[in-house]
């Protein structure tokens, strides 16, 4: 390859870890003004390599090239010097300070020796305007959206004149307007002559945004390609080691009784009289757009919000459900969207966390039995390949998709018979999908009911049995494997009902 059109080349890096080898001799580069992506499952080594490049890790061994000459980065100063700015997914940001005074934080424009505020402010408009940033720039931070934030951390890497910006899962927390609004900077940044290195899970961006891309596995650089030269199953192949033709695993379930029924179920707002069956061994997809409806109304099943009208039935008997203890009684889980928010405490162990919604299991008269506790989470880890060091561990310190394991896990402890799933593998990474997606099916084939609340077309078309569409807060079809299809679905979605 081209030495000299490199900005970046790095040649044999290793880096350890007690106890874990996290960068085997990998070699990397990156070429000037080109967006690069970094692809790899959850402890690849993405964020390590990234870390040793602004000087936040030291490497063993290895070299490092950054533009025409070998360096040494031996503190994020030294990588701010060189022109090599990274944008972490916990942004660096000053609440307190404003805009403007974020951008310049330790070298604000001085005139006679004190900071000259006039020029610092016009100096961030005028970096604005050219970035197309429509943001205050003598707003506090404080109260600003992530992705503003996000905005604010890129503008400050271009006004240090940075050569090569890295991201590392800037799209994670980001709506997709946001992300949209994200990828028109990029582009701007790389019309400039910017090189980016672009960490992501969402392979759809990957193609989207990037030139080339690399992808990471155990430690090890696996490979570069051009983006437009591989497929996303070719990608799913390097990223996992094996070939994904079963990305969706046979179901061998038999649906059996029906088990929960709704009937005309109504919140007096964005729900409006909703009816359906769920049978033991069926998994039944909930399709639609945002704001459908279909959390809604699966709150209400839970009990987590109150609704105005409806009657829910277990196996044909009317059930109370006035909140969430009502369904968990009547053996109805609820994996949540938002498993940081709702469905985990972050700063509790996975042992906590998996034996959570099960206490009465582990419970000797008013004493919580400890050694129970730990055989119940043990078990868990094991049967479903949680990856964590130990069941003490916190689970904020967990990826994605083993945060995941553990919701689920805490639901599967409690004996749940009607299973929620809302957005279930949102935000986790292919591996881990299948993993849920294998589960799914296990809890079927145990005779338990499923719903399954997706946005992902493939995954909702791949893993039901049997799939309703919600549009505007009512049921618009109801369609059965055999007729599954993108065009139907997406016509309903949109309202349109069947001639
Ligand atoms: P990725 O960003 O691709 O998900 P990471 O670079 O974060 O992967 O992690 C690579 C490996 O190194 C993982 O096994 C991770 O547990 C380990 N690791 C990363 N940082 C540390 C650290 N500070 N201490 C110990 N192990 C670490
Ligand atoms: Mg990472």
Redesign the pocket.
Known sequence: MDHVENILSLKGVS?S???????DNVDFSVRKGEVHA?A????????????ILSGS?RKDEGTVEFDGRKVEVRSPKDAENLGLSIIYQELNIFQGLTVAENIYVGRQPKKNGVVDWKKMYTDAEKLFDELHIKLDVRKKVRGLSIAQQQMIEIAKAVSAHAKLVIM??PTSSLATHETKLLFEIINRLRDNGVAIIF?THRLDEIFEISDRVTV?RD?CSIGTCDTGDITKAELITMMIGREMTKQFPVRHAVIGEELLRLDNISDGKKVKGVSFAVARGEVLGFAGLVGAGRTETMRMVFGADKRRTGKIFINGKEIRIRSPKDSVKNKIAFVTENRKEEGLLLAKSVRQNIVMAALSKIRTKYLLNYKKEQEYSKKYIEDMNISTPSENKQVMFL?GGNQQKVVVAKWLMSDSEVIILDEPTRGIDVGAKHEIYELINQLAEAGKAIIVVSSDMEEILGISDRILVMYEGEITGEVKREEFSQHIISEYQIGGKRS
Request: glycine fraction near 18%; proline fraction near 4%; charged fraction near 25%.
């Open positions: 880096k870890f007690p106890g874990v080898k996290a960068l970094l790899g499952e959850n402890g690849a080594g993405k964020s390590t390599l990234m870390k890790y590392d899962e960490i990471m430690g990826s």
